[in-house]
């Protein structure tokens, strides 16, 4: 029998092959007679584990050397205090508002440096991303942050911005938790990048964090010793316990993704050319309807969580009902938003997309 298809916003779905690997090795990983869960964090087993998830990791998203990646715990809201804590030293930080996360990052920050939101696109809905050159930046910022990917407004910066071109010194901070590893990424715009495993990467209670080696070393006398980019670095991941059934399923996620390939296209490059694809279907059955609306500005649309409204909206329980009956899960829209939102993570199947399209028309033909 084949699984339904999950358009969860997170925790996600995840692939099924990934699932099935953990399922077969839950109660002995290759001949060690342990589970992952059971293994010290020191052992060879889980070392040799933990080392290949990073090492997949850099090689899956190009990540150069002049980066560090750690695995950390708290998610992204844990990051939106712990990026401060690391990087403001106290003084000024500089945010791009685009959505409910970057705005919760904002306010989070301000608790530990003067926080200012650079520009913001609330006051239209959050339906598009400011230019670029009209973002108020300050001189001495020593960061700023945008969220690439507003998960529950589903808007995405298409590319990043190049602050150097914006005459802008600071490192660029990105909340890549509901994209990463869906596209390629310029590492040479990015000073540091977080994200919460629990949408495109495997479960909850992992945070991958990114981070130029110059950035380290800089925290707040207050900053807690397990949440210090400097003393995690130093650690490899492991000055705490770090979260090793998350890493492990993880990793399994990395060697999926660089599995896949198509023609020219390997690993990350494929799944932003199956990304595209299956956003672009869903945007454009949305788009040749009159029954259905989504009015992000096109150019800044997300590939990954599509929100999109009933014209109707007296007929939403009946739309999500007969969507549960055939086996599409988890298509109510975020409470602060409503309507609804299909997320379509790289474990999305592009049959999954489809068998929503297709009951979007069946239930427009019923009901228009
Ligand atoms: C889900 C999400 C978060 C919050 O993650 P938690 O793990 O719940 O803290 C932060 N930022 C973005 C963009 C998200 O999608």
């Known amino acids: 029998m084949s699984r339904p298809f999950n358009f969860s916003a997170g925790p996600a779905v995840l692939p099924e092959e990934v699932l099935q690997q953990a399922s077969a090795e839950m109660l002995d990983w290759n001949g060690s007679g ?41 998610g992204g809201l844990a990051e939106n205090a712990i990026v401060p804590l690391n990087l403001s030293r106290g003084e000024q930080a500089d945010f791009v508002v685009t959505g ?30 400011p230019n670029a050159d009209t973002w108020a930046l300050r001189e001495g910022s020593r960061y700023v942050h945008i969220c690439s990917n507003e998960t529950i407004h589903g808007v995405e910066f298409s590319t990043l911005p190049d602050l150097k071109a914006l005459g802008c010194d600071a490192p660029l901070v990105i909340d890549f938790s509901s994209h990463v590893a869906s596209r390629s ?21 992992l945070t991958v964090v990114v981070v130029r080696e110059d950035l380290l070393g800089n925290s707040l006398q207050a900053c807690p010793s397990a949440f210090d980019y400097r003393v995690v670095a130093d650690n490899r991941s492991m000055y705490n316990t770090p979260p090793t059934y998350a890493i492990y399923i993880a990793g399994l996620v990395f060697q999926w993704l660089l599995r896949q390939g198509e023609a020219d296209a390997l690993g990350v490059a494929a799944m932003e050319r199956r990304n595209t694809g299956k956003s672009q279907s869903l ?61 379509l993570y790289n474990a999305m199947p592009v049959a999954g997309v489809q068998a929503l399209i297709a009951y979007m028309r069946e239930f427009e033909k019923e009901h228009a």
């Not at 293994?39 to 560090?68: K, N, Q, T, V, Y």
């Not at 926080?115 to 913001?120: F, H, K, L, V």
């Not at 590492?187 to 495997?202: D, E, I, M, T, Y």
Request: aromatic share 10%.
């Open 283 to 343: 945007y454009s059955a949305i788009d040749g309807s009159g029954f259905y609306v989504n009015r992000v500005e096109p150019a800044c649309r997300s590939r990954m969580n599509i929100p999109f409204f009933l014209r109707d909206e007296l007929r939403n329980d009946a739309f999500l009902n007969g969507a549960r009956t055939r086996g599409l899960l988890q298509l109510k829209g975020h409470k602060s938003v409503g309507g609804m939102r299909a997320s």
């Open 100 to 129: 409910s996360w970057s705005q919760k990052s904002r306010q989070e920050a301000a608790k530990y440096c003067d926080a200012r939101t650079a520009a913001s696109s609330q006051a239209d809905g959050y339906l598009r991303i």
């Open 185 to 205: 990424v310029d590492w040479s715009r990015v000073g540091l990048a977080f994200a919460g495993a629990q949408k495109n990467l495997g479960p909850a209670g």
């Open 34 to 74: 342990m589970s992952v869960m059971e293994m010290s964090h020191r052992g060879e087993e889980f070392m040799s584990i933990c080392e290949r998830a990073e090492s997949d990791f850099r090689l899956l998203l190009a990540i150069p050397p002049a980066f560090r990646i750690l695995f950390m715990q708290g």
